[in-house]
Nanobody, 119 residues
Framework: VQLQASGGGLVQAGGSLRLSCAAS????????VGWFRQAPGREREFVAS????????VYSDSVKGRFAISRDDDKNTVYLDMNSLTPDDTAVYYC?????????????WGQGTQVTVSS
């Protein structure tokens, strides 16, 4: 499967942004999907994931209550709604997909979209 992330940009602290990730392939509903991020000088960090058919959703503690991951299998698209953004959320955000239920090492990665939160 190929992934194409979009929706990044510059936003002020406290603002909101929606990221989208369009996936190729007709069996998208059979993939678990997720988001990672990487800030300059920092390790890549898990953000959120949702298993196939939306059975299980997981968030990192740093975004829980502020971010929401969703998927539209009819459109082969994954979303990440980000609210109450802070400068610490500044990073390149990557969407991921995998045929396994809850993978630790995701197989498919998108190209990343930059999110910058100004103070």
């Amino acid at each position: 499967v190929q992934l194409q992330a979009s929706g990044g940009g510059l936003v002020q602290a406290g603002g909101s942004l929606r990221l989208s990730c369009a996936a190729s392939g007709r069996t998208f509903s059979l993939y678990s999907v997720g988001w990672f991020r990487q800030a300059p000088g920092r390790e890549r960090e898990f953000v959120a994931s949702k298993t196939m058919h939306g059975r299980r959703t997981v968030y990192s503690d740093s975004v829980k209550g502020r971010f929401a991951i969703s998927r539209d299998d009819d459109k082969n698209t994954v979303y990440l709604d980000m609210n109450s953004l802070t400068p610490d959320d500044t990073a390149v955000y990557y969407c991921v997909a995998d045929e396994r239920y809850s993978p630790k090492d995701w197989v498919y990665w998108g190209q990343g979209t930059q999110v910058t939160v100004s103070s």
